[in-house]
């Protein structure tokens, strides 16, 4: 499953309550890939894939976990 910019018009308790029913699913084993530019997900998801705009045109990539 992947969730796209789903976290962004949440409020702090409404996002913490989402992020702890991912991590639920991820402790019972199902795969979920979150795309977003929120920061708290960078702190509460420790396995991921980060794409940093470097210039027009160009990124790069850093896997963290």
Do not use: C, W, Y
């Not at 409404?14 to 929120?38: K, Q």
């Amino acid at each position: 499953m992947f969730l796209d910019e789903g976290f962004g018009t949440l409020d702090s308790e409404t996002l913490d309550a989402a992020l702890n029913a991912l991590e639920s699913l991820r402790l019972s084993g199902r795969t979920i890939g979150v795309i977003s530019h929120i920061d708290q997900l960078t702190r509460r998801i420790p396995v991921r894939i980060d794409v940093k705009r470097t210039g027009v045109g160009a990124s790069t990539i850093h896997v963290k976990g």
